[in-house]
């Protein structure tokens, strides 16, 4: 799959030192996901604040803004579910992760000597995953609620308002993660972008980013380069 | 029904100042409804049709005179029919003009996030402008009467106007107009408050309803509707008219105080990120296959 990389820039390593990371369907899905959530964002926040409607004038007006909210939504929702499918086990929290969570302050200050090593996922990454996932869930169960909101008996009144509550809280929870993971995955770990866009990494990314996960792959069928 | 001609005072989900905030005109309208004179023969309802063009319809038949549960997008004024059993065995038949009720503190108004969607003029008419309307349907959620209503085919929010067009040319609503038994009156606030008062004095001194009193809410900062019942006390036997009405506390919140703090968290979170940039930068370690470290 290594093989895909069109056009390697002098600076790339040979094709060789190239590992996969996230394979097509993996990278596909995190971008309907993407594009879902970012519909939703720049929407959702026009609705949010009368600062920010221009945010749904730039999509086609509030109108148009809110008839396609929902659908993006439904859009994020199941590409977010599928991304369990794929990453469900990978996610999954364990023990070895407390050590890593104890050491997040080093990982924040780029001490990463003094962070242990990783598997697939950190446990920062991994939090991040369930933060969105469970985020998701919320945001279309109460999603619901305000896109059909005649037909919650007005008897029921206070459900059309938690219905509203519990949008704006969940919605919120997800744009800090959001915020975070964006910065993350673009700036703070340089290769990153690459690895969610193209899918590949660097061995010498794998190994310090994520050792436990680097030796696993490399020792399946994969020919060992150094070792 | 955009009414450029009256002064606006109050606009939906608009970014900073309000052109007419804080006009007072000494004239409010008001409808003053006397459920204790209202025969319900529903010409109201007929009247309003015809004025907004909107056509009859078959009616929901549930054991009642009543046409239909409640209004619709498309049906702005209903008599709500409600038999009462009294104290003393006797059955009443309470009927009340259900509409909008056009209150000085508009809930529906509050929870609109689409700008000029909703106005409130200086006369106190709280009005729907459909051209600005993105049908979100947080109205529904702010109104504490349950009126706004939402148009499958337009997804634009409707409700009755307390006839702003006709107002505006000087003539009473529709459906003042189109009363047999003059149980609906039209005038300025003060004017009707003074009839009601009358008429509230009348039933307790002469026919008995010693509990009679005026339908004006507090709660919601008085009403451009008001009713005199035979019970004051007993709102909710009039089709469920709520006894306490309120614009809902987590609407307040969520249209106040949680606006501040959710822009100031993410501002925060923008200038706490490039913060941890400035200070610690990109990871150190060689990674990036393609362009990564600096």
């Given at each position: ?45 026009a609705f949010w604040s009368p600062y920010l409607f221009w945010l749904a004038v ?170 | ?294």
């Amino acid at each position: 799959m290594s093989a895909s990389r069109a056009i390697p820039s002098p600076a790339t390593h040979e094709s060789g030192d190239s590992i996969v990371r996230y394979n097509l369907s993996e990278r596909v899905h995190h971008l309907l996901a993407t594009v879902g959530y970012l519909y939703c964002l720049a929407t959702g926040l026009a609705f949010w604040s009368p600062y920010l409607f221009w945010l749904a004038v730039i999509v086609g007006g509030g109108a148009t803004a809110r008839f396609w909210h929902p659908w993006f939504g439904l859009l994020f929702v199941i590409a977010t579910v599928w991304m369990l499918r794929l990453w469900g086990s990978d996610m999954r929290i364990t023990e070895a992760d407390e050590a890593w969570k104890k050491a997040m302050p080093h990982y924040v200050r780029n001490e990463d000597a003094r962070v242990p090593a990783a598997g697939r996922f950190n446990y920062g990454q991994k939090i991040f995953f369930w933060l969105m996932f469970w985020g998701a869930i919320l945001l279309l169960l109460s999603g619901l609620g305000l896109w059909f909101v005649e037909s919650i008996p007005f008897s029921l009144h206070w459900l059309r308002l938690l219905a509203v509550f519990v949008h704006v809280t969940a919605a919120f929870a997800t744009i800090a993660g959001f915020m975070i993971h964006v910065y993350m995955g673009v700036i703070m770990v340089p290769g990153g972008t690459n690895a969610i866009v193209r899918g590949g990494v660097s061995r010498a990314w794998a190994r310090v980013h994520h050792r436990l996960w680097y030796e696993q792959v490399t020792k399946g069928p994969t020919p060992p380069a150094g070792k | 029904m955009s009414q450029a001609t009256l002064q606006i005072t109050r606009i939906s989900g608009h970014a900073g100042p309000v052109p007419g905030a804080g006009v007072e005109r000494a004239d409010q309208v008001c409808k003053l409804v006397d459920t204790t004179t209202c025969i319900g023969c529903k010409a109201c309802e007929v009247a309003c049709l015809e004025w907004n063009g909107y056509e009859f319809r078959e009616t929901v038949f549930d054991n009642s005179y009543q046409t239909m549960p409640e209004t619709e997008w498309n049906y702005w004024n209903l008599i709500k029919f409600n038999e009462h059993e009294r104290e003393d065995g006797s059955l009443m038949l309470l009927m009340r003009k259900d509409q909008c009720m056009h209150c000085a503190d508009p809930g529906c108004l509050l929870a609109c996030p689409a700008d000029g969607a909703i106005v409130q003029y200086s006369n106190g008419i709280v009005d729907f402008q459909q051209e600005h309307c993105i049908g979100c349907g947080y109205c529904v959620s702010g109104c504490p009467f349950n009126i706004p209503k939402f148009n499958p085919q337009t997804k634009k929010m409707f409700k009755c106007t307390l006839c702003s067009d006709r107002v505006n040319e000087g003539l009473e609503p529709a459906c003042i107009k189109s009363c047999p038994t003059g149980c609906l009156h039209f005038g300025t606030k003060d004017d009707m408050t003074d009839l009601a008062n009358k008429r509230v004095h009348q039933l307790k001194e002469h026919f008995g309803f010693s509990q009679a009193g005026v339908y004006d809410p507090p709660g919601v900062g008085g009403t451009g509707v008001m009713y005199v019942l035979h019970d004051a006390t007993n709102p909710g036997a009039y089709g469920g008219l709520p006894k306490d009405p309120q614009v809902p506390m987590l609407v307040r919140f969520w249209k106040g105080p949680a606006k501040w703090i959710g822009n100031l968290a993410m501002l925060g979170g923008i200038f706490g990120l490039a913060f941890h940039h400035m200070r610690f930068g990109a990871k150190s370690e060689n990674g990036g296959s393609e362009g990564g470290r600096p």
